[in-house]
């Protein structure tokens, strides 16, 4: 089994559209959980960090919830600036490193 | 201020050749982390430098696989001799702390073995 599970996809949806994304992990000692974006043969980047309590940047709002070692991002209203890879990202329990999940490819069409 | 940057952004070698791949992170970062993505796969880590130490090398995958940072500054990833396996796309990232919210990434090198 994957330390961190997601649905790869692709999504397609229309401009103005909501979508959301879900993941889970394995390691339930995970510390720390971010949700990455990675355009087209570019570098990954951080979009958001994800807490407990849900936290929200404009259209995006990430949610974790620990006991069923799940998280979620939703994207509200969406642009086609938002097409790209959604990569779901844990802070490895006892470890100092990253564990990826394969990424979620959303294509937002005109 | 300059971001993470590798070199090459691509390199096409033939089986049991050599290749170096090169890493300068942001200038005063210690942490610098090499990380790997094969075709179809998920981003995987590789290893964690603290300065010159190496702090994590589990994820190396063999000992074809050989990184340096002399000196703390940049880092080199040398593959030798390279399988066709190797092949994807190597990340590195940097940062201050280790923190993943002050961390930054590379824009990677594409490898191709063939």
């Known amino acids: 089994r994957k330390e961190v599970e997601q649905d790869p996809g692709p999504f397609n949806v229309p401009e103005g559209a909501t979508v959301a994304f879900n993941c889970t992990y394995s390691n339930s000692a995970s510390q720390s959980f971010f949700w990455y974006r990675q355009d087209c043969r570019k570098e990954p980047k951080l979009l958001m960090s994800?807490?407990?309590s849900g936290n929200e940047d404009g259209r995006f709002t990430a949610q974790l919830n620990r006991a069923s070692q799940y998280i979620s991002l939703l994207i509200r209203d969406s642009k086609l600036s938002d097409s790209a890879t959604y990569l779901c990202v844990v802070f490895g329990g006892a470890t100092n490193k990253l564990i990826f999940g394969t990424g979620t490819l959303l294509a937002v069409q005109p | 201020e300059a971001g993470v940057t590798q070199f090459p952004s691509h390199s096409v070698i033939e089986k049991g050749q050599t290749v170096t791949l090169r890493c300068d992170p942001i200038?005063?970062?210690?942490?610098l982390y090499w990380y790997r993505r094969v075709m179809g796969k998920e981003i995987k880590f590789l290893l964690h430098?603290?300065?010159?130490?190496?702090?994590?090398e589990s994820g190396m995958p063999n000992n074809r696989f050989l990184a340096e940072r002399t000196g703390g500054t940049y880092s080199t990833l040398k593959v030798q001799p390279a399988e066709l396996e190797d092949s994807g796309v190597y990340f590195c990232?940097?940062?201050?702390?280790?923190?993943?919210?002050?961390?930054?990434f590379g824009q990677g090198t594409r490898l191709t073995v063939v």
């Open positions: 990232a940097s940062s201050q702390v280790p923190r993943w919210t002050e961390a930054f």
């Open positions: 994800v807490y407990s």
């Open positions: 430098f603290v300065k010159e130490s190496k702090q994590d």
């Open positions: 200038s005063g970062h210690d942490n």
